[in-house]
């Protein structure tokens, strides 16, 4: 088949389920994956005849597509703070709103320091933990994970983007004794916060094939791991570390008031680039 009748095929096969400027970049996304072919290139190479297989592969996306799985599952992969990340269904795909937690976490004095140690809680495909290590060379990092499977996605990502990380499984929810008297400087979170309640403002993409481990909580009580984050911290976090968290908007001043509860200091909320609070940072005093 030509390049160019794979690409009307293409188009008019998605046509009842996207617009038009979304099947544009699904296809200069599959073109640079399946065809190694940057749009500039598939525009100058249209009488190009493309093999069954790579055909093939086409009609495969475009079943995956119909069924509104992800663009980046499909492809395997995505970009988060210019860092190429692997992502499996194993793994949320990582959000612009983290990428501006990770620069709260670059900009702050911790970070700043000769040498510190961070702890990422909830890693996912870790890359809340491999851009902060990419952007502080001399920083210990450290990730958590309940999933096997996600923490087995983000070592490959360490490796693609050639960074130490220390990766360990474990439930926040039950920890204990795992780091023993290890003090950090930050702690970092993007737990899930998203409430039941909320499933039904969720689009179809992220309700059918993102992971619920890492997306819901109950509606009764959906601070629940920040209130365990903030009990781990108080025994983990050195004195004057800051704990930093992407949070739920709807939940702004709970989140304040718990922080306050255990008595962080500095506790402040901060909108992403959507205009809703979606961070909170706090220091530890004492
Ligand atoms: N921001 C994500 C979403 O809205 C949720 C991330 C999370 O639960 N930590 O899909």
């Not at 450290?142 to 360490?158: C, E, M, P």
């Not at 959906?222 to 968290?245: C, D, M, V, W």
Request: glycine share 4%; hydrophobic share 40%; charged share 25%.
């Amino acid at each position: 088949m030509l390049l160019k009748t794979l690409r009307e095929h293409f188009y008019s096969a998605l046509k009842e389920e996207y617009p038009e400027t979304e099947i544009r970049s699904f296809f200069n996304l599959l073109s640079e994956c399946f065809l190694k072919m940057k749009p500039v290139e598939v525009s100058m190479n249209l009488y190009a005849p493309i093999s069954g297989k790579k055909t093939e592969k086409f009609e495969n996306a475009i079943t995956r597509l119909k069924n509104q799985e992800p663009i980046q599952y499909i492809i395997g992969s995505t970009e988060f703070y210019g860092l190429p990340f692997k992502v499996t269904e194993s793994t949320l795909i990582p959000r612009p709103e983290t990428e501006e937690l990770v620069q709260w976490v670059l900009d702050s004095s911790a970070s700043k320091m000769e040498n510190f140690t961070i702890l990422d809680i909830g890693t996912g495909t870790g890359c809340i933990a491999i851009s902060l290590a990419k952007n502080r060379p001399h920083a210990t990092v450290f990730a958590v994970d309940i999933s096997g499977k996600a923490l087995t996605v983000a070592k490959t990502n360490a490796k693609l983007n050639k960074v130490d990380v220390e990766f360990m499984e474990l439930d926040i929810l039950n920890w204990n004794s795992e780091f023993e008297n290890l003090e950090f400087d930050i702690i970092v979170s993007n737990p899930p916060y998203v409430r039941t309640l909320e499933k039904s403002q969720m689009s179809d993409n992220v309700l059918r094939h993102e992971p619920s481990l890492a997306l819901f909580v109950t509606d009764d009580d959906p601070l629940i791991f920040y209130k365990k984050i903030a009990e781990f911290s108080t025994a983990h976090l050195k004195r004057n570390g800051q704990l930093f968290f992407e949070i739920n908007q709807y939940l702004g001043a709970e989140m304040v008031q718990l922080l306050e509860n255990f008595d962080y200091r500095d506790v402040e909320l901060k909108k992403d680039i959507f205009g809703n609070a979606r961070m909170v940072a706090a220091n530890k005093i004492s």
